[in-house]
């Protein structure tokens, strides 16, 4: 297969839904996947199959879940800037609820029902001010990010929701970030949430989603397989105080696709300057943004070099002209040559979704790894 490519292991990601649908289940909660993790259509075939609901945050993101076996009911639909043709899809296709993020959408998201002649279910999205303590750009449930609203904005929508003839208030929104590994983080997001619902006496509404955020081990990607599930849903069962009649949604998208995917791409040269060696590799940022975007970590090992002495410190670099075009500055590899093919891990999230033909790149095909069990289906 030409490089660069991504290659998905399916048998991996099967079980990965497996642990994710089995942990869930012990609570009776309701896992959506985040489509803009990863909206390759035969992982979201195997996603839908599994049982699993759909997160969006485009009108986009619903068509292609509608196409690929995602239903209307499990669809839900979030986003700070919903455009009105987005809403009114979203609408129209009977999703199961839209997250809500500012007093004006609300009053948009009415107009708009109204004209169809339809009821909308929404949630709204709070703004709970909890740290997420991972990076700064993917956190986003801090007072100064731009998603969601204040409890104070939400409270006077709750007063006054019944003026709203056209929209279904149905409960509450949250998600405060992602690559979240510190479980005393979902543990502060719980009682934060119980501390609102207590406050805008929520507990009555069918419908409360803690969203998503769940990290994954991007540095032993070969060892932590599958993420923490099992105490990622316990420690929100164990803090978290629900109405009794409330349904629990959560939407999960890095930690459901992210180890199943990897990026393999080959060495173009090698060059050494006065202050580093580089490997020069055939796939870019194009390919693969996020050390560029978030100087986030991946691991990285020469194929052909198995076993070998991990002697050198390489900068692996692709091939676009920006300097942020780099997927370590000091990646610790055997001696590498021309022709080697390097392997970057934990490629499932984040990387397809996010390629870019910047530089008139081809974006990288895909390859599957499936299992016996797959292939008789
Ligand atoms: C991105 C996103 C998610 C998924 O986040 P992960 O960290 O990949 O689990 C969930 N909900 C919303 C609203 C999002 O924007």
């Not at 939407?251 to 050494?272: A, D, H, I």
Request: glycine share 8%; net charge positive; charged share 20%.
């Amino acid at each position: 297969m030409q490089t660069p490519f991504y290659q998905y292991d399916l048998a991996l990601l099967n079980e990965t839904l497996d642990t994710a649908h089995a942990q869930a289940a012990k609570y009776g909660y309701m896992v959506h996947y985040a489509i803009k993790a990863n909206a390759n259509p035969t992982l979201l075939k195997v996603i839908s199959d599994a049982g699993f609901g759909a997160d969006c945050v485009s009108g986009n993101e619903i068509k292609t879940a509608l196409k690929n076996g995602f239903k209307p009911q499990s669809i839900v639909f979030a986003g700070v800037g919903k455009t009105d043709w987005e809403i009114e899809y979203a609408i129209e296709q009977n999703i199961h609820c839209m997250h809500c993020e500012s007093t004006q959408e609300f009053h948009v998201i009415n107009h708009i029902a109204k004209k169809l002649n339809k009821m909308a279910r929404v949630a709204l999205r709070i703004n709970p001010n909890v740290n997420a303590k991972t990076h700064k750009s993917i956190t986003t449930g801090l007072k100064e990010n731009k998603f969601g609203m204040s409890v104070e904005e939400a409270s006077l929508i709750f007063n006054s929701a019944n003026k709203y003839k056209n929209i279904s208030l149905i409960g509450l929104h949250f998600h405060i970030g992602s690559q979240i590994m510190n479980m005393e983080v979902f543990k502060n997001l719980a009682r934060e949430v119980n501390r609102i619902q207590e406050r805008l006496q929520s507990k009555a509404h069918p419908y409360l989603n803690l969203g998503g955020g769940l990290g994954i081990d991007y540095n032993n990607p070969m060892i932590n397989r599958i993420a923490d599930f099992e105490g990622y849903f316990k420690t929100i069962n164990l803090w978290l105080k629900p109405g009794k009649d409330q349904t629990i949604h959560f939407e999960l998208g890095r930690s459901l696709v992210g180890q199943c995917g990897q990026l393999y791409t080959r060495v173009l040269y090698t060059k050494t300057t006065k202050t580093r060696s580089f490997a020069v590799v055939d796939g870019g940022m194009n390919a693969l943004i996020r050390p560029a975007l978030y100087g986030a970590y991946h691991c990285i090992e020469n194929i052909n070099k198995i076993g070998q002495p991990v002697n050198q410190t390489y900068e692996v670099v692709g091939p676009i002209c920006e300097t942020t075009d780099s997927f370590g500055e000091a990646v610790s590899l055997p001696t590498t040559e021309r022709g080697d093919l390097l392997v970057i891990h934990s490629c499932g999230a984040y990387a397809e979704s996010m390629a870019s033909d910047y530089n008139l790149r081809e974006r990288p095909q895909c390859a599957f790894i499936r299992n016996f069990e797959l292939e008789k289906k």
